[in-house]
């Protein structure tokens, strides 16, 4: 079981960075409109996160989506549609980078108002305990998140109200340009919890299966009933915040002690002294992913625009 689902999240972190750096090439090429913010170094969280949930518990993710998404299920092909703003993507070509998602895998279309996933994860976890299901969500959000006053009541209500929600802090050390170091008086954020009566830890967030063990305890207890969890996963981004950022900000020592703790590698390395699988096994799972995505690629060109015709259709409500 633990050499299977080891090489699976392998082969999702693989797809993760496989989809992300495509389309950094393709907007660096200009055949993809738009921006990106990638998730380069954080594949981990996601993976860790999500891995064997049910498509009925529901993930809400931020301006940093893709590898939520990824790892929740939806489909790359629709992404990519959505990445070139085609009739076949995800939320029809109308959403772009920052709204990816699926409802029918659980996947809430992302929230780029920074925080603003919080409150609606309360909300649904609400909805989730009036139907008196045992399914659960699971909200990422950053550190920079962490301050705003959507966090206070988002969590403030979970707790109150004992919902099903793990409240994920994916800390990477900043938000956009501007270092934890002004914006936070503690060290942790997941100390946090404290004040809102519930349990919180901190994860190494680069460690794929110290945060899925993180993510267990915090989901077997929001199926019993017992209430949301904050998790503070200490993690940093390989790319910039957006494609156009360089990282001026950031120094050197810092990058290098991150780099060398890419979650890829440290999971490679893991199933490579472990025997689990050996360097080819590993360059085929990600020969696929190649194809996956480049197929997609090749799809998405070709797709379909949407119709000028209907180009407000589900922009406004047009019901009673
Ligand atoms: C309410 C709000 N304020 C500001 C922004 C602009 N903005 C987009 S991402 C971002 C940084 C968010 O940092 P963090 O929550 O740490 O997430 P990270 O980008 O590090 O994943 C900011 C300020 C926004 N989208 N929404
Ligand atoms: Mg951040």
Redesign the pocket.
Same mark, same amino acid.
């Given at each position: 079981m633990e050499a299977k689902m080891l090489l699976e999240m392998y082969e999702q972190m693989d797809l993760i960075r496989t989809y992300e750096e495509t389309l950094y090439y393709l907007f660096l090429e200009g055949i993809m409109p738009g921006s990106i913010h990638q998730s380069h170094g954080q594949e981990a969280c996601a993976v860790g996160m999500l891995y064997g949930l049910r498509k009925t518990d529901y993930m809400a993710s931020t301006h940093r989506p893709a590898g939520h998404d990824i790892a929740k299920g939806v489909s790359v092909k629709d992404m990519m549609c959505e990445m070139f703003g085609k009739e076949d993507g995800c939320c029809k070509g109308r959403g772009g980078a920052m709204h990816t998602g699926d409802i029918t895998v659980g996947a809430i279309p992302a929230n780029a108002i920074v925080g603003g996933n919080i409150p609606i994860s309360t909300g649904i976890g609400l909805s989730l305990k009036m139907q008196k299901r045992d399914d659960v969500v699971v909200c990422f959000f =950053?550190? =920079? @998140?962490s301050n705003e006053g959507a966090f206070h009541e988002g969590l403030n209500g979970a707790a109150i109200w004992k919902l099903p929600v793990i409240f994920v802090c994916? !800390? !990477?050390?900043? =938000? @956009?340009s501007t270092s934890?170091k002004n914006t936070l008086n503690i060290e942790d954020i997941a100390l946090r919890a404290d004040s809102y009566g519930m349990p919180g830890e901190v994860v190494d967030g680069n460690d794929v299966l110290a945060v899925y063990a993180a993510a267990q305890r915090a989901i077997t207890r929001a199926r019993k009933g017992e209430g949301p969890t904050l998790l503070e996963l200490k993690t940093y981004?390989i790319a910039g915040h957006s494609r156009s950022d360089g990282c001026a900000y950031r120094d050197d020592v810092e990058e290098a002690e991150w780099f060398a703790r890419d979650p890829i590698e440290l999971l490679k390395n893991k199933i490579l002294k472990e025997k689990i699988a050996d360097e080819q096994i590993l360059a085929d799972i990600h020969e696929k992913n190649e194809q996956i995505v480049n197929e997609a690629v090749d799809y998405a060109i070709e797709a379909k625009e949407p119709s000028v015709d209907d180009v407000l259709l589900n922009v406004y409500w047009e019901g009673d």
């Open positions: =950053g550190d =920079g @998140a994916e !800390n !990477n050390l900043y =938000g @956009a934890i981004r």
